[in-house]
C-alpha cells in the first residue's frame, strides 16, 4: 500500500509539471514567450497595466539597456561611508553588549555578584541565541517596511499612467479585431503628454503584429529587420538558431489581433514611444526540421496570447517607421 501510495504521488507530480510546462513548450511565436528588448529609460518600469493586460507585465530579461530603476542604489547620489566601529559597533554588537550589561546588573541587584546573572555557560550561551533571534526578526521587519515604502512610488508612478478608458473613441473602443491594417482592435487616438497616438498607428502596430510573427516562423531575417530594432533582430535571430540547433521549425500563421489598447507613450532623446497590450490569436506550433513531425503546439486550430509591445521611431517621422522594440509576456 505504501509503495502504491508512492508511485501514484510520483506520478501525479510528473503530472502536474508536464501541465505547468505545457505553454512555455508549445510557444513557438516570436520571442518564444519570453521578455526581450529596449523601452528607452523606462525598460527597468512595468508600463502600467491596461483592460487587455490587467496584469503586471514580466521584467525584460533581455536588454542592452542598463538594469537601473528610479530609486535605486545607482540613481541616488553616493553618500560618504560611516564607520562602522568594529563588532561592537554593528547593531548585533550592541544588542550583545546590551544583553550582558543588563544581565550583570541584574545578578548585582539580586546579590549574585556582576556576572551572577548569566548564571552559567550555557545561560551565557541562551543568552546570545536570543539576543541573535531578536536581532534577525527586527532586521527581518525593518527590510520588510523599507521595501514597502520603495514599492509606493512606483505603484503611484504606475497608476498615473494613461487609463485604459482614455484609447476608446468613435471606432468602438476596445472591441474584436476584425483584419490587417483596420486598427479596429485597438481604441482610437489617446494622448499621452506631448505625444499622440492616433489610428493610422494603431493599424501600423497591427501590420507589424502579424508580420514579426509570420516572418520570424519563416526565419525571415530580412523581413525582420524591416519590422523591429537591430537589438530584437538580433535576439530573434538567436531563438532561431536555438531552434534550429535543435532540429525543430517554427510553424506560425493565421496572426490576427482581438483586442488591444495603449499602456503609455512618451518622447525622449528624439525618439517617439509607444507601449501597448495586445491579445491576438495564432496558429502556433513546433514541428521537426527534417519529418516535419509535430513536437508541441496544435495544428488544428489557433491559440490565443496577451503580450505587451513597446515600439519606437525618430520623432518627426511618420507612421511607416514605428519598429517593435521591446515584447513582454503579462
Known amino acids: 500500500m505504501f509503495r502504491l501510495s508512492s508511485v501514484r504521488s510520483i506520478a501525479a507530480l510528473g503530472l502536474t509539471a508536464v501541465i505547468a ?8 511565436r516570436a520571442g518564444l514567450g519570453s521578455s526581450s528588448g529596449s523601452r528607452g529609460s523606462r525598460t527597468s518600469s512595468a508600463p502600467p497595466s491596461t483592460a ?54 541584574m545578578g548585582l541587584l539580586m546579590g549574585n555578584g556582576l556576572m551572577g546573572g548569566l548564571g552559567s555557560m550555557m545561560s551565557f550561551l541562551g543568552l546570545i541565541l536570543q539576543l541573535g533571534l531578536v536581532f534577525l526578526l527586527v532586521k527581518l521587519a525593518m527590510n520588510w517596511f523599507a521595501s ?27 472591441g474584436g479585431g476584425s483584419g490587417m491594417g483596420s486598427g479596429s482592435g485597438f481604441g482610437g487616438a489617446a494622448p499621452s503628454g506631448k505625444l499622440t497616438i492616433e489610428s493610422e498607428d494603431y493599424s501600423a502596430f497591427e501590420h507589424i503584429l502579424a508580420n514579426v510573427q509570420t516572418s520570424f516562423g519563416e526565419e525571415n531575417l530580412n523581413a525582420l529587420r524591416a519590422l523591429a530594432t537591430s537589438e530584437m533582430v538580433s535576439y530573434f535571430a538567436e531563438d532561431i538558431a536555438e531552434v534550429v540547433r535543435k532540429g525543430h521549425a517554427n510553424r506560425v500563421s493565421g496572426v490576427k489581433l482581438l483586442q488591444g489598447d495603449l ?68
Open 21 to 28: 510546462l505545457a505553454p512555455a513548450i508549445a510557444e513557438a
Open 52 to 105: 487587455t493586460a490587467p496584469r503586471t507585465a514580466q521584467p525584460i530579461e533581455r536588454s542592452a539597456a542598463p538594469a537601473t530603476q528610479p530609486g535605486s542604489a545607482a540613481s541616488r547620489p553616493a553618500t560618504a561611508p560611516q564607520p562602522s566601529g568594529g563588532f561592537f559597533g554593528s547593531a548585533l554588537g550592541r544588542g550583545l553588549m546590551g544583553g550582558l550589561l543588563g544581565a550583570g546588573l
Open 148 to 174: 514597502r515604502r520603495q514599492q509606493q512610488p512606483a505603484t503611484a508612478a504606475a497608476s498615473a499612467g494613461p487609463s485604459p478608458m482614455s484609447a476608446r473613441s468613435a471606432l468602438g473602443g476596445l
Open 263 to 330: 499602456s503609455e507613450a512618451w518622447r525622449e532623446d528624439g525618439s517617439d514611444y509607444a507601449t501597448v497590450a495586445m491579445r491576438f490569436s495564432l496558429v502556433d506550433t513546433t514541428v521537426d526540421r527534417v519529418t516535419g513531425k509535430l513536437v508541441s503546439g496544435d495544428a488544428s486550430g489557433p491559440v490565443e496570447a496577451t503580450e505587451v509591445w513597446t515600439f519606437v521611431r525618430p520623432t518627426g517621422s511618420g507612421v511607416r517607421d514605428w519598429k517593435v522594440s521591446a515584447i513582454q509576456q503579462v
